[in-house]
């Protein structure tokens, strides 16, 4: 199950994601072009989480709780 995503955020699908549909990575509205940035992928009970400069390396699997609390902590 995912969270939905407080109403003040909002995320674009990456352009890394090509063709993948098994996980569908997401980057948020405010990164800028220069790939400094994290994508993240919802799956069950957690929330992916890469840097978009090294795709292929390892994401961070964090719980969908902690994921949600730790989007409450951010700016408006």
């Known amino acids: 199950m995912t969270a939905p995503e407080p ?3 909002v995320w674009h699908t990456s352009s890394y ?3 993948c549909v098994e996980v569908g990575w997401r980057t948020s509205s405010y990164s800028g072009t220069n790939g400094a940035c994290v994508e993240f ?4 009970d ?3 989480v890469r840097d ?3 795709r ?3 994401a961070l699997t964090v719980p ?3 994921w ?3 989007l409450t902590t951010l700016p408006r």
């Open 52 to 54: 978009s400069k090294h």
């Open 64 to 66: 969908t709780a902690a």
């Open 46 to 48: 957690a929330v992916l």
């Open 7 to 9: 109403d003040h955020i």
């Open 56 to 58: 292929t390396g390892p």
């Open 17 to 19: 994601s090509g063709g």
């Open 68 to 70: 949600r609390a730790f």
């Open 41 to 44: 992928a919802p799956a069950p």
